[in-house]
T-cell receptor, first 112, second 110 residues
Framework: DGGITQSPKYLFRKEGQNVTLSCEQNLNHDAMYWYRQDPGQGLRLIYYSQIVNDFQKGDIAEGYSVSREKKESFPLTVTSAQKNPTAFYLC???????????FGEGSRLTVL | KQEVTQIPAALSVPEGENLVLNCSFTDSAIYNLQWFRQDPGKGLTSLLLIQSSQREQTSGRLNASLDKSSGRSTLYIAASQPGDSATYLCARGGVSDMRFGAGTRLTVKP
């Protein structure tokens, strides 16, 4: 089955630690995205990538980093510089031409 | 500044009712308008995508329309069922610039 796989589903982190969230897709999509969702708010774009080895900052990129070494993979690192990292993180991908977004099941990060 | 607004924030209806969810946006130069469903603690499931050259899309009991001139989209759900209970989000924009509303939380009571 084609889809987007995010791991881990739940992650706990101590203050000052970096953590990396995994996102893998087998939909052969060119574009991949990371969003953050907070209670009562819409999704906010962190980073996106249209092709391998290229990515762009979204609205709230500070304290986050990404890489796109393979078409299928777009990992997100939440660094210690992110002041309020507790949130639900969603990875998405799309076919550049059609534009329909597809999402993974999300990763919930809690900072202790 | 909120660019995509969804009203109401929450809605409760009895089973079998037809209902309409609203989405408004400030930028009329949109590319796509997409509706999603989100169950608690889960990712978003794509329901319908209306591309900028289209006015509506239908899938089963769902129908979504897009009026760019007024900056509005509606999601019509026919004969609602308890299984339709979820949060519904709309998003507008281009592939690299999708803007999301905060969602409407729908509860369908048996």
């Amino acid at each position: 089955d084609g889809g987007i796989t995010q791991s881990p589903k739940y992650l706990f982190r101590k203050e000052g630690q970096n953590v990396t969230l995994s996102c893998e897709q087998n939909l052969n999509h060119d574009a991949m995205y990371w969003y953050r969702q907070d209670p009562g708010q819409g999704l906010r774009l962190i980073y996106y990538s249209q092709i391998v080895n290229d990515f762009q900052k979204g609205d709230i990129a500070e304290g986050y980093s990404v890489s796109r070494e393979k078409k299928e993979s777009f990992p997100l690192t939440v660094t210690s510089a992110q002041k309020n990292p507790t949130a639900f993180y969603l990875c998405a991908s799309s076919n550049w031409k059609e534009g329909e977004l597809f999402f993974g099941e999300g990763s919930r990060l809690t900072v202790l | 500044k909120q660019e995509v607004t969804q009203i109401p924030a929450a809605l409760s209806v009895p089973e079998g009712e037809n209902l309409v969810l609203n989405c408004s946006f400030t930028d009329s130069a949109i590319y796509n308008l997409q509706w999603f469903r989100q169950d608690p603690g889960k990712g978003l499931t794509s329901l319908l995508l209306i591309q900028s050259s289209q006015r509506e899309q239908t899938s089963g009991r769902l129908n979504a329309s897009l009026d760019k001139s007024s900056g509005r989209s509606t999601l019509y759900i026919a004969a609602s069922q308890p299984g339709d209970s979820a949060t519904y989000l709309c998003a507008r924009g281009g592939v690299s610039d999708m803007r999301f509303g905060a969602g409407t939380r729908l509860t369908v009571k048996p």
